[in-house]
């Protein structure tokens, strides 16, 4: 026999919902993040170190997902010395900004890949952080460098064919 009934009911059916849709979209940001084909990183500003990085990343550049872990910014950056990369990133910091920067990034063979690099800095938790989305253009400027001197001697053809025609003329 029930003496005394002391009890509560809460209804978390809005509660579990909202859980679900929060691992759905965590879900989906780690597939979209993983999966991009572009090298993306989220990079303390301080330490130069990466907080985060998909596979692309450290795949484009020849390392292992452990091995890139291991590195920080200044150990891929050819172009800028670890000074003047501070200093570019400093003067071009505005919260909330989109800044592009043309560089150079060293594989883990040796060779040198020009890149494009997009990166916004931000504050999280009190830490300064920059996310960065990287594009290997190495192919692009060495098929532009072929275009140009393509054109180059398209042109000295064209003034060689003129010079002739007007030397032939006369004659």
Same mark, same amino acid.
């Given at each position: ?7 509560? *009911? ?20 780690? =597939? ?16 130069? &170190? ?5 596979? +692309? +990343? ?10 890139? =872990? ?17 200093? @570019?990133?400093? &003067? ?7 800044? @592009? ?13 020009? @890149? ?15 996310? *960065? ?17 393509? &054109? ?20």
């Amino acid at each position: 026999r029930v003496v005394r009934w002391l009890g509560t *009911c809460t209804d978390i059916e809005d509660m579990k919902q909202a859980q679900a849709r929060a691992v759905a979209r965590e879900t989906g940001f780690h =597939a979209l993040f993983d999966t991009i084909p572009l090298s993306v990183a989220l990079i303390d500003v301080q330490t130069m &170190e990466f907080l985060q990085f998909n596979d +692309a +990343a450290a795949e484009n550049l020849g390392y292992t997902r452990e091995e890139f =872990a291991k590195l920080t910014v200044n150990d891929i950056e050819t172009f800028y010395s670890p000074d003047q990369l501070r200093n @570019v990133v400093d &003067e071009r910091f505005s919260a909330g900004s989109l800044v @592009v920067l043309e560089t150079k990034h060293r594989t883990k063979s040796g060779a040198v890949r020009n @890149v494009v690099v997009y990166y916004r800095i931000m504050t999280v938790d009190g830490r300064r952080v920059s996310h *960065c989305v990287w594009d290997d253009v190495t192919e692009m400027k060495a098929a532009e460098a072929v275009l140009l001197q393509s &054109e180059k001697l398209a042109s000295v053809g064209r003034m060689a064919a003129t010079v002739a025609h007007e030397i032939n003329n006369p004659l």
